[in-house]
């Protein structure tokens, strides 16, 4: 029995590691997907003149604090986070003008307090001529500074998506695989036999107790050359009367997989409705997040 158990193990970590090594890929590769897509967008700004036509202090959010010492000092403690806004008019190669606004990009700093707002502001006249940095393909984007994307941007924006996909991932994966395929391979092509039960650990949890039962059972037309197979139920405490025969226990495998396997006979059809539901649900957080990645390419 305990060579059956060593390559009954062999064979599930083998089968384990392969799938996280696919979904690792799966996730290196669609993280990749954000900085590649922004490095080839940002490379393909060009420079154009433009004048600068307005500026202004944009408050995004302001709050005043109640504090007994901003109180004993007169002032009305006003927090508050803040960024300068330009208004310029773009003229592209064709002579063709483009009025928009903006500052800096991809990276937006946000103050907050207005006087630092008000020293970038003060750097700058209305009607002067600068230099600006646009999208070809949309002129309207165009900023005053541009950054580029730097090396800490790809970094950064790589790390973001990576540890996004690698929650949702993984998820959809178990959702796909085990909780709807499994159960419709064993449905469609699965084959019925029958195991004993050779080991009972009993787990204490914090409220109640669990039976960890060991079912030993073949597989192929030929129980005593078949290859010999363990599988894990799980159940609470069960009396003596309850389970009469620990030697006709039914398993339901299938023989092209042999991690596909569950105890009982064929599954019923509502044992997919799980899969379903997660596998879409985790389908649509990433999808959402690719679409991130590939188009919400633009500064606020």
Known sequence: MQANVSYNFVKKRAFFLRRALLVICIVVLLALLAPVRRVLYYNSFVQAPCVITAKSLLT????????????????AGVYG?????????????????????GFEGPDILVYSTKEAVQHILDRYRVGE????????????????????????QILSSFAFFF?????FVPALAYCLEWQL??????????????GIVVNRVEQRRRDFTINVYTVLYRTGENQQEGVARHIQLMAPPIERHSLPDLYNIFVCYDPRQPMYDRCGK???????????VG?????GLTLVFMYEALFNLYWI
């Open 279 to 283: 596998s879409l649900f985790f389908l």
């Open 181 to 194: 395929w499994r159960y419709i391979v064993l449905r469609t092509r699965g084959v019925l036999t029958r």
């Open 60 to 75: 995004i959010r302001e709050s005043k604090s109640n504090s007994r010492e901003s109180k004993s000092n007169g002032d």
């Open 129 to 152: 001529k600068k230099s600006c940095w646009y999208d070809p393909a949309d002129p309207q984007r165009a900023l005053l500074v541009f950054q580029g994307f730097t090396f800490g």
């Open 163 to 167: 540890l996004a996909f690698l929650i």
């Open 81 to 101: 986070s803040y960024r300068p806004q330009f208004s310029y008019t773009l003229t592209l190669p064709g002579g063709q003008q483009v009025r928009t606004k």
């Open 266 to 276: 064929f599954p019923r059809l509502y044992r997919i409705i799980p899969g379903v």
